[in-house]
Each structure stands twice: as C-alpha cells, then as structure tokens.
T-cell receptor, first 116, second 112 residues
C-alpha cells in the first residue's frame, strides 16, 4: 500500500527563523507518485500549498519549497524565514492511481506554531 | 468561487441512530470525495464519486454510504452510528480525479 510519514506533533519556531518539516513516502501502487503539501489555517479548510509531479523537481509557494527526491523518497517542506501567519497544520500527501482514479494518501499532519 | 460547503459544521448523534452529512460545491467539479479525520491520525479517504460512479475504499465499504443527486451535492450516510464514528468528516471536490482537490471546512461528528 501507500503511506506517508511526516514530522509528528507540534513544531514551535520563532518568527524570522527557518522551518523544515520532514516527509517521506512509500508506495507500491505507482513508481513515481505526485507529491503534495496541503495546509489548514485556523478556521479554514485544507488547501493546496504546493505540488510536484516530476521526480527531481522543486515546488514553491508563499515562500515554502519542497523538492521531490526519489532516491530518498522524501519531500521535505522548508521555509527560510517564517511569519506568524504561517501558523497552521501542514499535511504531506501522495497521489497514486488505481483503476478507479487518483487518490490522496495523507500524512498525520504537523502543527506549526510561529511565535512573535 | 472555489468554496466547498459542508452542513452541518457540528453534529451530535446517538449510538445506533443514522447520520447524514451534506456537501456542496458550485465549481462544476465532476469528482467529490469524503475523508474521515480522527485526532492524531491522517485524513483517510472513505469514498469518492466520479460523476455518477461511486468508489468506496475496501476497508470502509460497509460502514458508509453516499449519494450524489446532482453534480453539486454529495452526502455521506451512516446507517447506525457507533462511538467509533466520532471524527471530523472532510468533503473535497476536483475537476477529474487527477487535479487539485478543494476541501470544505469539515463536519465534526460526535456520537454519544
């Protein structure tokens, strides 16, 4: 099956400091899955932060970056300088395909708290 | 408008009673999904509709039903709620099954 493992629990970081959330994946259903980061801000629904569909490529959005590394099966999320508004829950997800269509397998989510 | 709406936002149900959750979208998306999210667990796909075709995950096949009376609406139905159904239920939609999924705010179901 498919699985996603990411940094668990809560990460607390001071404003303007760097952030990294680790994500590794495992899949038996597809050789090169699509990889996603979703984010849930307080009071809002999950929304797509960035996606990468080609191994070796980097995705970026709102100052966040993630590189699809097929050798290490990783897709870590990084930001060089966080802001208070980045406080949210971040989910790494893998997109795979079966006969019915595409499905997302999510990680457990990482809560990020940015302190002023 | 990229909004997915879910009703109600909070639902209290009794053990053994049925539960019906509603989701709507106005983006003319042909695919709608339902996920279950429990504390300290990853969101888990329960089922999805591609147009009028329902696809249910094997491990939750008998626990959840769904209907999609038209392109905009999709419901999630629990025939007899148990304590284990207490969770956040997330609805999402996408244009086709290979594109970005847009999520609603969720319905928090508490079964007592």
């Amino acid at each position: 099956g498919d699985s996603v493992t990411q940094t668990e629990g809560q990460v607390t970081v001071s404003e303007s400091k760097s952030l990294i959330i680790n994500c590794t994946y495992s899949t038996t259903s597809i050789a090169y899955p699509n990889l996603f980061w979703y984010v849930r801000y307080p009071g809002e629904g999950l929304q797509l932060l960035l996606k990468v569909i080609t191994a070796g490529q980097k995705g970026s959005s709102r100052g966040f970056e993630a590189t699809y590394n097929k050798e290490t099966t990783s897709f870590h999320l990084q930001k060089a300088s966080v802001q208070e508004s980045d406080s949210a829950v971040y989910y790494c997800a893998l997109g795979s395909t079966n006969s019915a269509g595409n499905k997302l397998t999510f990680g457990i989510g990482t809560r990020v708290l940015v302190r002023p | 408008d990229t909004t997915v709406k879910q009703n109600p936002r909070y639902k209290l149900a009794r053990v053994g009673k049925p539960v019906n959750l509603i989701c709507s979208q106005t983006m003319n998306h042909d695919t709608m999904y339902w996920y279950q999210k429990k504390p300290n667990q990853a969101p888990k796909l329960l089922l999805f509709y591609y147009d009028k075709i329902l696809n249910r995950e094997a491990d939750t096949f008998e626990k959840f039903q769904s209907s999609r009376p038209n392109n905009s609406f999709c419901s999630l139905y629990i025939g007899s709620a148990g304590l284990e159904y207490s969770a956040m239920y997330l609805c999402a939609s996408s244009r086709g099954t290979f594109y970005e999924q847009y999520f609603g705010p969720g319905t928090r179901l508490t079964v007592l």
